[in-house]
């Protein structure tokens, strides 16, 4: 079946723009996540939505940074302000229906951002 | 709070040969330990997990990793390297209970297999 989707693949946006970057995650996965991969700097989790539960938004950065999950399926990571730091690979990924910690998450192939 | 190490930025290794590509974890309580490859220009693949029970696991592509207690590590390993291992592997750790269903990754080991 499909695996979780990301668009766009690449996105070049100037300093102090606000972009989006969108996530489909895996059908009847309910939990979904955001991850950010800078270089050098591994993975970096940013929030995480769990069917109609409050996200656990400990992981964004600042107050730039916000997502919401519309119809507990497609997610939105908006990122406002954009500023050069925030360049980076952003990655969605999505986990069984039951969302235990021992399941498996899976990732999509992730969304470029460049901040000129 | 959980961490993970992993100490190596970059294994070498010729084809053919054994590779193991360490990690060691911090977690409070029996932790849910995972390996994860990232081939250039794609998102993570999912390799192997340890959740309970036996301390090696095997995963995908001939891969399988030892989980030590004691030592708090979960090392990958590989009997034999093939040149298509070439990627970028992480470990990852989530806790039981607490801490949310976040998962804490390492800063991840380059592995090169060269002919």
């Known amino acids: 079946g499909a695996g979780v989707s990301q668009s766009p693949s690449n996105k070049v946006t100037e300093k102090g723009k606000d972009v989006e970057l969108r996530c489909d995650p895996i059908?009847?996965?309910?939990?979904l996540y955001w991850y950010r991969q800078s270089l050098g700097q591994g993975l970096e989790f940013l929030i995480y939505?769990?069917?109609?539960?409050?996200?656990?938004k400990s992981g964004l950065p600042s107050d730039r940074f916000s997502a919401e999950r519309t119809g507990g399926s497609v997610s939105t990571l908006t990122i406002q302000r954009t500023q050069q730091e925030d360049s980076a690979v952003y990655l969605c990924?999505?986990?069984?229906?039951?969302?235990?910690?021992?399941?498996?998450?899976?990732f999509g192939p992730g969304t470029r951002l460049t901040v000129t | 709070a959980q961490s993970v190490a992993q100490p190596e930025d970059q294994v070498n290794v010729a084809e053919g040969n054994p590779l193991t590509v360490k990690c060691t974890y911090s977690?409070?309580?029996?932790?849910?330990l995972f390996w994860y490859v990232q081939y250039p220009n794609r998102g993570l693949q999912f390799l192997l997990k340890?959740?309970?029970?036996?301390?090696l696991v095997k995963g995908s592509y001939g891969f399988e990793a030892e989980f030590n207690k004691s030592q708090t590590s979960f090392h990958l390993k590989k009997p034999s390297a093939l040149v298509s291992d070439s990627a970028l592997y992480f470990c990852?750790?989530?806790?039981?209970?607490?801490?949310?269903?976040?998962?804490?990754f390492g800063t991840g080991t380059q592995l090169k297999v060269e002919l």
């Open positions: 990924a999505s986990s069984l229906a039951t969302a235990r910690p021992e399941d498996e998450q899976y």
């Open positions: 059908s009847g996965h309910t939990a």
């Open positions: 939505f769990q069917g109609n539960s409050a996200p656990d």
């Open positions: 977690v409070s309580g029996n932790p849910y």
């Open positions: 340890y959740i309970t029970g036996d301390n």
């Open positions: 990852a750790v989530r806790a039981p209970t607490g801490g949310g269903n976040k998962l804490t």
